[in-house]
């Protein structure tokens, strides 16, 4: 049975969907830039942790994440690929990120992890959490993590990226930084946010997250023509917009 088939699910699912989902989970079982399969597979799982994390929950509620100590309730899969803080920069991205702060993320690299670790580990997040929560959405079950992959990350370092402290936390491809190596993140036709700039770091992280929210939302280089939407989706383009804007503010997105 192939992946994402969605025989079980009440609504059609369009295909591109069920495309973009098998690419994103390919890409999760193999190597990427600073983790290898197994590791990247262990992100994916500790994301779904997070979901039910107690810890989580009472940091949550609580006025600050730090007033409350304890143990993360970690996925089996991590036990010997993720370190604690890695764990904990996953459960906070995906039960709390609103409340993320620069110091946080400077004691998560100076625990050990790189920034470049750090930003392909948001990659693998968002991606899963993504994907996941299209399926919570259609009271569906999760999707099956798939088998690791052997080989090795490619530790790949961009030579343009660099900190914009009014822009990001971590170093950033500049807006006319994409030549050579990255010459293919954006062009002139998609041009460039801030938000799409984010995983920039890992460049194949921005190219693992481009057909994933071109299936979910609408191609990047559709972005700017505001009838794009029209023959392509149930809903139009101003309803697209109105759903995102709604989703956007009840998850405190600040960018």
Same mark, same amino acid.
């Given at each position: 049975?192939?992946?994402?088939?969605y025989?079980?699910s009440?609504?059609?699912?369009?295909?591109?969907? +069920?495309?973009?989902?098998?690419?994103?989970w390919?890409?999760?079982?193999?190597?990427?830039?600073?983790?290898? #399969?197994?590791?990247?597979?262990a992100?994916?799982?500790e994301?779904?942790?997070a979901? #039910?994390?107690e810890?989580c929950?009472a940091? +949550?509620?609580?006025?600050?994440?730090?007033?409350?100590? #304890?143990?993360h309730?970690?996925?089996?899969?991590?036990?010997?690929? *993720?370190?604690?803080a890695?764990?904990d920069?996953?459960?906070?991205v995906?039960?709390?990120?609103? @409340?993320?702060?620069?110091?946080? /993320?400077?004691?998560?690299?100076?625990?050990?992890m790189? /920034?470049?670790?750090?930003?392909e580990l948001?990659?693998?997040?968002?991606?899963t *959490?993504?994907?996941?929560? $299209?399926?919570r959405?259609?009271?569906l079950?999760?999707?099956p993590?798939?088998?690791?992959?052997? #080989?090795?990350?490619? @530790?790949? @370092?961009v030579?343009?990226?660099?900190?914009?402290?009014?822009?990001? $936390?971590?170093?950033?491809? +500049?807006?006319?930084?994409?030549?050579?190596?990255?010459?293919? *993140?954006?062009?002139?036709?998609?041009?460039?946010t801030?938000?799409?700039?984010?995983?920039?770091l890992?460049?194949?992280?921005?190219?693992?997250w +481009?057909?994933?929210?071109?299936?979910?939302?609408?191609?990047?280089?559709e /972005?700017?023509?505001?009838?794009?939407?029209?023959?392509?989706?149930?809903?139009? @383009?101003?309803?697209?917009?109105?759903i995102a804007?709604? /989703?956007?503010?009840?998850?405190?997105?600040f960018?």
């Open positions: 049975m192939p992946r994402f088939d025989q079980q009440p609504y059609p699912i369009r295909d591109d969907l +069920k495309d973009a989902y098998r690419g994103a390919s890409a999760i079982a193999n190597a990427g830039t600073w983790w290898n #399969g197994s590791q990247r597979v992100i994916a799982a994301c779904r942790a979901v #039910g994390c810890l929950k940091r +949550k509620s609580a006025l600050s994440p730090y007033a409350v100590s #304890g143990q309730d970690r996925a089996p899969e991590s036990a010997d690929q *993720l370190s604690d890695a764990v920069v996953i459960h906070r995906v039960t709390d990120q609103a @409340r993320l702060t620069k110091s946080y /993320v400077d004691e998560a690299v100076d625990s050990g790189s /920034v470049e670790q750090l930003v948001l990659g693998v997040t968002v991606s *959490l993504s994907i996941d929560d $299209f399926n959405a259609l009271n079950d999760l999707e993590l798939p088998e690791p992959i052997a #080989g090795e990350p490619t @530790r790949y @370092r030579p343009s990226a660099q900190i914009e402290a009014d822009v990001a $936390f971590v170093p950033l491809v +500049k807006y006319d930084g994409n030549v050579g190596n990255e010459s293919d *993140l954006w062009t002139e036709q998609t041009g460039v801030n938000v799409m700039r984010g995983l920039s890992v460049p194949n992280a921005v190219r693992e +481009k057909p994933l929210c071109g299936a979910q939302y609408i191609p990047l280089e /972005v700017h023509d505001l009838e794009s939407a029209d023959t392509k989706r149930a809903i139009d @383009r101003p309803q697209i917009e109105l804007s709604r /989703v956007s503010s009840f998850n405190e997105c960018y």
